[in-house]
């Protein structure tokens, strides 16, 4: 369980970073194009090892599912890194990690399953920690990065419910290519008349991007072969310290009072939310 929990932090410090470098790029490439290069170059990263295994991953009887994750998967990484663009990083991160309130809702909603009392409980905790931390007004229309936080969150726990399917059948490496490959596909379509150059260093910001997205998956893989998502699940907070901390030490930004009640409550109402379900198989963004 130990080493289990020691590379899911390792994962989650991955996804943190990439929204970091989302912002480092600066103003100068939207959102958008971050995500299209972070896919492809992911992508072309990833073919190699394909290569090596003489593309026996590729063959797949449920691309419906396949495209279902991508899209969603594709959705919710350019609803992350728009929301780290233009909020602080810890909102962007702990609006992210409102995932685990949104599957069993889903469930409730799509596949009419149970939700027991307790469970009720853990959402009402972390639902109301995002109503302090996203404070809704009129201003949310001017400013919306909590809005798109929020957004990715409820996006990526549909992805999740297609990777815990994809996961009876699929194996890691199979899902990784068809995610990154759909996502890629989607994502160029959008950047259709948008392309423009970029300077060195967005691009080396992009490539780090890239690799922190593959490390985060791997990672994520191997640390659920060691320990079962509702034991270590709960470690996937720790990019809340880990975007606080980058947030201020590299972008000066110190959240407020509120965004800390706010995000002490959702991570609660998380922790809770994730011992509360059945043991499924783990989110890949």
């Given at each position: 369980?130990?080493k289990g ?5 390792a ?13 480092a790029?600066?103003s100068?490439m939207?959102a958008?194009m ?9 992508l ?5 090892l394909?290569?090596l295994?003489?593309g026996?991953d590729?063959p ?12 969603m ?5 350019l ?10 990083l ?10 685990p309130?949104?599957i069993?809702?889903?469930a ?5 399953q ?9 959402l009402?905790v972390?639902?109301?920690?995002m ?19 929020l957004?990715?969150?409820?996006v ?13 059948s699929e ?6 290519v068809?995610f990154?490959?759909?996502g ?5 379509l959008?950047?259709?008349?948008r ?6 260093d ?6 780090a ?17 060691y ?24 972008f000066?930004?110190?959240p407020?009072?509120?965004?800390v009640v ?15 379900q ?8």
């Amino acid at each position: 369980m130990a080493k289990g929990a020691a590379l899911l932090v390792a994962a989650f410090l991955a996804n943190t970073l990439q929204s970091a470098f989302a912002r480092a790029v600066g103003s100068g490439m939207d959102a958008l194009m971050f995500t299209w290069l972070t896919f492809v170059l992911a992508l072309v990263l990833l073919i190699p090892l394909l290569a090596l295994r003489g593309g026996r991953d590729l063959p797949t009887r449920v691309f419906p599912l396949h495209l279902l994750r991508g899209g969603m998967g594709m959705g919710g990484f350019l609803l992350f890194m728009s929301a780290a663009q233009l909020v602080n990083l810890v909102n962007a991160n702990v609006l992210l990690n409102t995932t685990p309130m949104f599957i069993p809702l889903l469930a409730w909603l799509v596949l009419r399953q149970r939700i027991p009392p307790s469970l009720w409980k853990a959402l009402a905790v972390g639902f109301a920690g995002m109503v302090i931390v996203v404070q809704p007004n009129a201003s949310l229309l001017d400013k919306p990065g909590d809005l798109l936080g929020l957004a990715a969150g409820f996006v990526c726990a549909i992805e999740f419910l297609a990777v815990k399917a994809l996961g009876r059948s699929e194996s890691a490496l199979t899902q990784l290519v068809y995610f990154l490959t759909i996502g890629g596909l989607v994502s160029s379509l959008m950047m259709v008349g948008r392309f423009h150059a970029i300077t060195p260093d967005q691009f080396l910001w992009v490539l780090a991007s890239a690799l922190c997205l593959l490390s985060f998956q791997f990672l994520l893989i191997r640390a659920y072969s060691y320990a079962d998502p509702s034991a270590i699940g709960a470690f996937q907070y720790s990019s809340v310290v880990f975007a606080g901390l980058i947030g201020w030490v590299w972008f000066g930004q110190i959240p407020n009072a509120g965004v800390v009640v706010g995000t002490v409550l959702i991570c609660v109402g998380g922790v809770l939310s994730l011992v509360g379900q059945n043991p499924v198989a783990a989110p890949q963004r």
